[in-house]
Structures are given as C-alpha cells and as structure tokens.
C-alpha cells in the first residue's frame, strides 16, 4: 500500500495508450511524475509520451503484473476495463483508482440507471431485458418512442437503436447482437450538458462550471463552456456530481452526461469513470484542467481550484479535419491540441482545439 500523498518521482500507471492516456501523461509528468503505460498497440499517442511503455493485452497478466510492480497507483483511460484486470491489478499489490465499483457500474447501464436511482440522481424510466420477449414487453411497458441500447460495451452511439412500434422490438432486440439490453424512455431534452468533477482521497470534491455538448453521428463534435444555465439547475448538477462520487467511494475525475429539460431539470444520461472528452475545454478554460486534476487526486494531492477563467468553444478534429493544423495554428485565440495519431480513418478522433474568448 503506497503512502499518499505520492511524492514527485512516483510512477502513475496507466491502462490504455489513446488521447487520454496522452493528456494524463502529459499533466502527469507537469507534476514531476513518471508515467508507465499498458498498451496493444506497440505505436500509440500515449505511449509515445510516457516514461514507460509495456505493450501487452488489457487481460495479459504478465502485462498486468508489470504495470503493478512499475506504478504506485494505477489508473485507466477507457471504462471497459475488464473486471478480472481490476482484480489481477489488485492482486499484484497495486493500488487501482477509480476503483472496481465505480467500473463495475459504469459498465452496464442498466446497473448504473440503477445506482443512480438508488442515489437521488433521476434518469429516464428504464427496463431490462434478456430476450426477444422480454424486449417487446419492455417497450410495452416504458412506452414509443423508446431507446434500446446493449447493457454493455456500447459508446459514441453504438449499440443503440430507436424503437418506434412495439412490433418492431423483437426485431431490434436480435439486430443488436441478441445480448441483454436496456429500454429506455426517450427524454425529451432541450439541451445536452456536462459536468465534470473530481473527488479526492480524502473525500473533497471539486465541480468544474458545465458545458453544453452538441453531437453529431453519435459523436461529441463541440462543448461550449462554461454552458449559459440557471444558477438552480447548476446547483443540480452540482448535487448529482456529489452524490454519483460520494456514492461511489470514488477516487479520481469523472465526467457525467446530463440531459435538460425545458424546466430546467437534470436527468443523468451516463457517467464516464474517467476523464472525458468534454472536459477538454478545461485545458485552457481552467487553471488546473481535468487531466492534472485526475493526476491530482489520484496521487492524493490537495484538488485545484476549478472556476473558469476563460470561455472556450471546444471543437473536436475528425478524421481529416485535423490537416487544418496550419490554418488552425495561425488562429490567435485558438489552442490547437493533436493527438499523434498515425491514420485519419473518417470519423476518428484526432484532435481538438479550444477556442479562447474572455469570461
Ligand atoms: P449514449 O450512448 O447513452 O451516450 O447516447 C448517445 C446519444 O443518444 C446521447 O448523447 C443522446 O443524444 C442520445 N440519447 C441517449 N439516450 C437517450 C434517451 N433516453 N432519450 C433521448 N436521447 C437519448
């Protein structure tokens, strides 16, 4: 068991070697930290920034067990860790933040529309089903239209799919793969939200201002922050960050989608036991942004304060977007950040910039 708070030198763990395993690094070594990174890929954004690279599958225990014995905490820039790897990292003797409930529930959507009940977060109404027929019930029951989406490892809109007629669930249910699903009420939104927030060893927690996000195909293509909201629906999201981390015993930064309703209430959408993407607009909206807080906390560091002390437009760079660099450098109010990633495949998240204006 390490001693907390860990001194400058010590070696953060990292599994998963994407952008945001780049930025940790990045904010990471800014903090006289050394990174060791788990990563397939032999070639990848982060692992051309760390101190340390082991290549290996996120289950490989060998792989795992070097992570272990090079970091004092571990940590993780994609939620579907597997489990056994949380426990295996566990075993080793590392110390392993956000821990194996936090991944647990934010891994199945279904287990976590129900820890979010369970903690006075509201969501849609939801239903589980396991088959066909209990596909069509669900609808049934939750109403049309309705959002059917696989309980596991879906993201960026995939594994989802609209249900419109009752007669049509069964269909959809086996189009989905044929593994268990949510069914979930359509929430009539007027705007997406963010919030991200971060709690501490000790408990503290610490709320950024939100931004407000648009999609575009399922994936996040600009936040605005912070977002223009009502001093109570603030105070909302305040609460439900609070008692999401709280509930969780959670360690770390954690991003929470929320959907507003024309009444300005909140429901939660899904929460990201990690840093997200938008929570990039704190890079250079923020004194301390979400990646050094993530390094922050779980080092157990005091957390940095999280006003905002700039307006930022955040755009992401799909695919080959991200060949505007030049234009886009020239820009005087815009931050350019790439990820060093080697192929522009459409849609791909390469970079993104943040565009600056005054509060
Ligand atoms: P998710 O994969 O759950 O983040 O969903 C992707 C996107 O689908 C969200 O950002 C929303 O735009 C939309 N969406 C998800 N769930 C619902 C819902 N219950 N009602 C309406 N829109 C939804």
Request: hydrophobic content about 45%; glycine content about 10%; aromatic content about 6%.
């Amino acid at each position: 068991m390490p001693q907390f708070p860990l001194p400058p030198g010590s070696t953060i763990g990292v599994l998963g070697g994407g952008q945001l395993g780049r930025m940790l690094a990045e904010a990471a070594s800014r903090l006289g930290f050394d990174v060791a990174v788990l990563e397939r890929e032999a070639d990848s954004p982060a692992g051309r920034v760390c101190a340390r690279l082991i290549v290996a599958a996120y289950d490989d225990g060998e792989g795992l067990r070097a992570l272990a014995e090079a970091a004092d905490v571990v940590t993780f820039e994609f939620e579907n860790v597997p489990a056994a790897s949380v426990a295996q990292l566990a075993q080793f003797g590392a110390e392993v933040a956000p821990g194996a409930r936090a991944l647990a529930v934010a891994q199945d959507r279904f287990d976590e529309k129900t820890f979010l009940n369970a903690n006075g977060c509201p969501t849609v109404a939801f239903a589980a089903a396991s088959t066909a027929a209990e596909a069509i019930d669900a609808v049934a029951r939750i109403g049309v239209p309705a959002l059917m989406k696989t309980r596991r490892e879906g993201y960026d809109g995939k594994g989802q799919s609209w249900v419109k007629d009752v007669a049509d669930a069964g269909r959809i249910f086996e189009a989905l793969g044929g593994a268990r699903v949510i069914v979930e009420a359509a929430a009539p939104f007027v705007r997406e939200l963010s919030v991200i927030a971060a709690r501490g060893r000790d408990g503290e927690v610490a709320v950024y201002p939100l931004g407000e996000n648009q999609h575009e195909n399922g994936v996040l293509r600009r936040t605005s922050a912070p977002a223009d909201i009502s001093p109570p629906t603030a105070a909302e999201a305040e609460r439900i960050a609070a008692r999401i981390l709280d509930g969780l015993d959670y360690v770390g930064v954690i991003g929470v989608e929320l959907f507003e309703m024309a009444d300005g209430s909140l429901l939660v959408n899904e929460i990201a036991p990690r840093v997200h993407n938008t929570g990039h607009w704190t890079q250079d909206g923020c004194q301390v942004d979400q990646f050094e807080q993530h390094i922050r906390a779980v080092a157990g560091w005091p957390l940095g304060p999280t006003d905002a002390i700039a307006r930022i437009e955040m755009l992401n760079l799909l695919g080959d977007e991200a060949g505007a660099w030049r234009s886009l450098a020239a820009e005087p109010a815009t931050r350019v950040h790439l990820y060093g990633k080697r192929a522009a495949k459409p849609g791909r998240k390469m970079g993104h910039v943040n565009r600056v204006r005054p509060l």
